[in-house]
């Protein structure tokens, strides 16, 4: 079963608070998102679907997702990242290289894609 997207932000602010990630970090729903696209991301609507979006920049964790890890420990932090969204029934999407969007799991063609594409 899919968490709702607002019980998803508060439990992924505290998962970035307790690995202290929250440095730059903003998390929006989906309707706030919509309204910062156009403003924050150039207008080419990247995201809008999405229940759940987080931006951040010069984080570790962005960097991993944006560009790969770079060591043990960020695979690790990608992997804790990643196995907290499964569990919680999303997976995350890289919008711009700072935006991050989830989308529920089931029923998705997308996250079968995605899982695919990643392995």
């Not at 899919?2 to 608070?17: G, K, N």
């Not at 990608?78 to 999303?90: A, K, M, Q, S, W």
């Amino acid at each position: 079963m899919t968490t709702s997207a607002a019980v998803l932000i508060i439990e992924l602010q505290r998962w970035l608070e307790k690995k202290k990630l929250t440095s730059g970090a903003i998390l929006y729903t989906q309707w706030d998102w919509r309204i910062m696209e156009p403003i924050t991301g150039r207008g080419k609507g990247i995201g809008i679907n999405a229940p759940v979006t987080l931006t951040m920049e010069g984080s570790p964790l962005g960097y991993s997702l944006s560009y790969g890890p770079e060591s043990v420990a960020d695979r690790k932090l990608v992997d804790d990242f990643n196995g907290f969204l499964e569990e919680r029934g999303y997976y995350v999407e890289i919008g711009y290289t700072w935006s991050f969007h989830f989308y529920p799991t089931e029923q998705s063609e997308r996250y079968t894609a995605h899982k695919a594409g990643s392995a």
